[in-house]
């Protein structure tokens, strides 16, 4: 699978969610733009900010339609393949990155409106995220180049690691002692751009997650048991968000830990039964029983 | 004959012939060997590399990377997302299954052939006869039986009900345990070590590594394939054009390489059928050695018309672990009793039907399903069947796979599990038997006709799992092969 179709993968179905977010928003603003203002204020008016007043004419009203109209079709235009199409994401930045910042500066020099401080922050965000699409699609960007997970993902791989597979007294090998999260770390990197930003969101997503379950911690800050009770009960929840990031990453935990010739003799599994019949097959194979195989060879030279 | 290694491609290259057959898994190798027997110049392309046993170690890592696609993650997304590992490499998801082999029910058949309008279904005797001679198929000889089956077996003649040793493609097989990762010993009779090689003994070529990007047309008429050869780095195109091009990515890829090629029609994505499946562990209080075994060698025959088959489903520790409850040292001590330790899958015929589109204009499928409450209610009856037998079997306590209950040790608690009613995204699903997205019958309710030909275009046969009208309510290889064969000689003799 090429890099581009990988990253490709991740990107197309963002650009898609994104331009019908735009067209949604643009609808709305446009067939209730009073009604919009007012919801805004009622959520500014808890954080004790003044109320925007509504529009007195529709002048801006057409502008603005006119401009969520365009970023709607970018990101619709971009959706289908963003690596070929990256150019177009430029033109997409320097609209929500003129609207954020527009924003800010009439939040500080004009009045602090809810309103503005919503649109600086949602503009700014998605700023960012077109901005991250952007450098991964770049000929030789980090969706397609073999790119590191960060360092705060492999912490986190590693805490969640040490929950799996923790020291027990009499038992060989444990995460830190195998280098478990290194490990997993390795195989999300292998997998791709999608697999490393997708791995690194979920174990985001799983440090505050205990929150929902009304652990007043983060994971990692948790000691070892509890961490590893909170996956526990993460694992067993009805709610996919909470159950498949921690099953997705018990399976390469799983996979990588035994593996290990420790482990696996630890728990029993003698490696010899394996051995002998590989040696076996490996005497049919010198004598001729099976195989040999077509191999593939280097095509240089065909006509 | 040419077995040619596509990433070493270094320049742009073109290929006339009268078949190009796209993928070599259980339909497209089939095809290719039938096609070039017949002196017909067939060329197959194939993504992933060729491996063999030499090339095998029973290592779960090395399979994902490279017997795998996407490292063994593919899956659909939905409520709940399903796991779908298929296989991408010379011979296909063959490489990597369990070598069960099944003719699918006469029931199944006669369905298909009333109601899809899949002519000639009833009729597949000689083809399924012949596959089954070529990849040497038998039931599981008492030397390869292990005592995680005859266990099962014994308990459930007890309980009265009907099973039987499975029918394996194996020719040599010497139970290293290790199906789901390559066969090491070349025993299983994987497309890899029978079909493909026959193809190339009467002719053909394969380019390994190349994976097909589009499929070329011209107005109606489908003229060949555009894959890619080459490096990342140094990427170049090997275009080959055919009287017949032959799509048999697997009914995951074939839809997606269709769409993204601007091959449509109403039915082509659609009806994706998966035989949603879950594994259930049972420890038992004395030592089986699972991996001794041969892992796959039993079916509980007494619900298949119910929708549900029961099978044995060994996998090594690294695989295995995953499913084993809990977290830390809870975790760690029932790994502990791993030699004690026997796994039985429940997979069921479902009803629910999903659909695969591309990703944007890239040919990587994007499979979307949804479980029905039938189909939920039907998995947590295999479940708790499948439970049922191993406490009759002197089981200490049931890994049941469902998180709302997943430790069952007594009737009593099985009789609780069974009214449970948990969601399905509480269940630990997964699926190995994706079908149905291109489906073959009638021009009314299909996209293709009985022998695979697309009714929107001309010049195109899929050949592959896709083409099951329906779930066909047992493993799918043995049918995907003997359609194959029955469509490569409606090509060669019309
Ligand atoms: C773990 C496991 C165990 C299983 N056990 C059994 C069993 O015991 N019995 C049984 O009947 N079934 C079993 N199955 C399922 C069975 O193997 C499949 O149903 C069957 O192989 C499907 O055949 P196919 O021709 O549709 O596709 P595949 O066998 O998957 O072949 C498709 C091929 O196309 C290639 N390809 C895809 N896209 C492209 C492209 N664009 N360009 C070039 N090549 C491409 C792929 O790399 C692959 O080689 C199992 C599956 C799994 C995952």
Known sequence: MSRSNDIDTLLSPLFRVLAIAFAVTGTLFFLFPDGTIDTLNRAGSWLGLPPAPHLTHRFWLGLGTAYMAVVTVLAWRISPAPSERRLLMEPLMVGKATSSLTCLLFAIFDQPFFIYIANFVVDGALVGIVWWAWRQTAPNGGGRGGGHLDERSNQLLQRIAEAFLPPLDGRAGDAEGIGLGGRVAAHLESQGAGARIGGAVALRWLNVAPFVLGTPRTLSRLPVDERAMVLDRMERSRWLILRTPVVALKLLLGLHAYRQPDLRADIGVDDDWLNARLEQARARRAAGEKGPFPEPQSPDGVS | MACLDGAKLTRNHRVRCDVVIVGTGAGGAVFAAEAAKAGLDVVMLEEGGYYTGKDLSGDAKFSFDHLYRDGGLTATLGRPPIPVPVGCCVGGTTMVNSGTCYRTPDFVLQRWEREFGLEGATELDNDYAAIEQDLSIKPVPDALYGPQHQRVEDAIKELGWAGSRIPRNEDGCISTGTCAMGCPSDGKTSMAVSKVPEALAAGATLWTRAPVRRILRHRNQVVGVAARAGTPEQPTDLLVTAETTVIACGALHTPALLLASGIGGPWIGRNLHL????????????????????????????????????????????????????????????????????SFGALISDRSAGRVRPAGRSTRPVATYRLQPADRDRLIFGIARTIEAFLAAGAEEVYSGVAAMPVVRSRTELARFERLQPPATQIEIMAFHPMGTVRAGGPEIAASDPWGRLYDVEGIVVSDGSLLPTSNRINPQLTIMALARRAARKLVAP
Do not use: K
């Open chain 2, 275 to 342: 035989h949603p499946a879950t594994r259930v562990v049972a420890r038992f209080p004395d030592e089986i050695r699972g991996w001794q075994e041969v892992p796959q060698a039993y079916n509980i025959d007494e619900f298949i018309d119910d929708g549900v088959f029961i099978q044995g489903q060994f996998v090594p520790p690294d695989v295995q672990a995953p499913v084993i409850p809990g977290w830390g040292v809870e975790h760690r001590q029932r790994m502990a009793a791993f030699p004690r330790l026997a």
